[in-house]
T-cell receptor, first 111, second 113 residues
């Protein structure tokens, strides 16, 4: 069974702080996506990383794909209350058309 | 362009009943995947359909079935509902069946009483 573990599960920080969310697996992925989800809504795609070692930046968010394509991280600089939400990673399992999702990190940024 | 649409938004059913959920993918997208998201967890893969054929199935019982129509819209059917089927059911659309990004609809919240 493929598993994607995210850490931490919960994070409550003050506005302006930095944070990093981790997504780890023993499986190799063809690509990995990060999503943010608001309560009662579908996940919204933030980024897709494809190449081992790849780093992508989206304003204050930095995404990294591990060299072996088994793990990823999301770093947020100077967090804002609008960053509050559930962050999910999802990996496309190599050799399949199936995405598996991580357990999620619930972030709350306090003003 | 319209994104992925799902209907209904909310649904309340009784144990043992059957339910049908609907999804329309982004225009031009040929692949639809279904996910179940139980409160507090990440989405779990149920099915993927591409060009009207099932291309992948998750670890769900045979009570769950789906189909895709010539216009690429899709239906998810769940028979003999159990309390544990209460969840947010998400549909995701992608351009083809493989190595492309997927985009989610708003979901259907199913409550089984």
């Amino acid at each position: 069974t493929q598993l994607l573990e995210q850490s931490p599960q919960f994070l409550s920080i003050q506005e302006g702080e930095n944070l990093t969310v981790y997504c780890n697996s023993s499986s190799v992925f063809s690509s990995l996506q990060w999503y943010r989800q608001e309560p009662g809504e579908g996940p919204v795609l933030l980024v897709t990383v494809v190449t081992g070692g790849e780093v992508k930046k989206l304003k204050r968010l930095t995404f990294q794909f591990g060299d072996a394509r088994k793990d990823s991280s999301l770093h947020i600089t100077a967090a804002q209350p609008g960053d509050t939400g559930l962050y999910l990673c999802a990996g496309l399992v190599s050799g399949t058309y199936k995405y598996i999702f991580g357990t999620g990190t619930r972030l709350k940024v306090l003003a | 362009d319209a994104g992925v649409t799902q209907s209904p938004t909310h649904l309340i059913k009784t144990r043992g009943q059957q339910v049908t959920l609907r999804c329309s993918p982004i225009s031009g997208h040929k692949s639809v995947s279904w996910y179940q998201q139980v409160l507090g967890q990440g989405p779990q893969f149920i099915f993927q359909y591409y060009e009207k054929e099932e291309r992948g199935r998750g670890n769900f019982p045979d009570r769950f079935s789906a189909r895709q129509f010539p216009n690429y819209s899709s239906e998810l059917n769940v028979n003999a509902l159990l309390l544990g089927d209460s969840a947010l059911y998400l549909c995701a659309s992608r351009a083809d069946r493989g190595f492309t990004e997927q985009y989610f609809g708003p979901g259907t919240r199913l409550t089984v009483t």
